[in-house]
C-alpha cells in the first residue's frame, strides 16, 4: 500500500496559481502512475492529470488547457500540481492518487482549492 499526504492548497483570486505537492510513503517503488483528481461540490471525481512513474509520461483533462503541470520527483517520492490561470470552476478538493502495479490504488485526504472570482 502507498501512503499519501496533500499539501498546498488554499485560496486564490481568479488568474493566480498554486502548487500543490503529494508525499508518498510505502510501497513507492510499486508505483505505475500517480495522478491529480479533483471533485467540486456536487459533482463527481474527475481526473485531472497523470503521470507515469517509470518514463514520465502524462496525460490530462481537456479542462486543463496547458494551465496546469504535473511533475515528480522519483528520488523524493513527491508529486507536484503547478497550477496556474485558476478560475472559480477550478474550485473544488484536490485528490493525489496512486496506482500500484499489481492493481492496488491509492488516495491521500485531498486538499481544498478555493477560487474567488
Known amino acids: 500500500q502507498v501512503h499519501l499526504v496533500e499539501s498546498g492548497g488554499g485560496l486564490v483570486q481568479t488568474g493566480g496559481s498554486l502548487r500543490l505537492s503529494c508525499a508518498a510513503s510505502g510501497r513507492t517503488r510499486d508505483m505505475e502512475h500517480m495522478a491529480w483528481f479533483r471533485q467540486a461540490p456536487g459533482k463527481e471525481r474527475e481526473l485531472v492529470t497523470r503521470i507515469w512513474w517509470s518514463s514520465g509520461g502524462t496525460l490530462e483533462a481537456e479542462f486543463v488547457r496547458g494551465r496546469f503541470l504535473i511533475s515528480k520527483d522519483n528520488t523524493k517520492n513527491q508529486l507536484y500540481l503547478q497550477m496556474n490561470s485558476l478560475e472559480p470552476e477550478d474550485t473544488a478538493v484536490y485528490y493525489c492518487?496512486?496506482?500500484?502495479?499489481?492493481?492496488?490504488?491509492?488516495w491521500g485526504q485531498g486538499t481544498q482549492v478555493t477560487v474567488s472570482s
Open positions: 492518487n496512486a496506482v500500484q502495479y499489481n492493481g492496488d490504488e491509492s
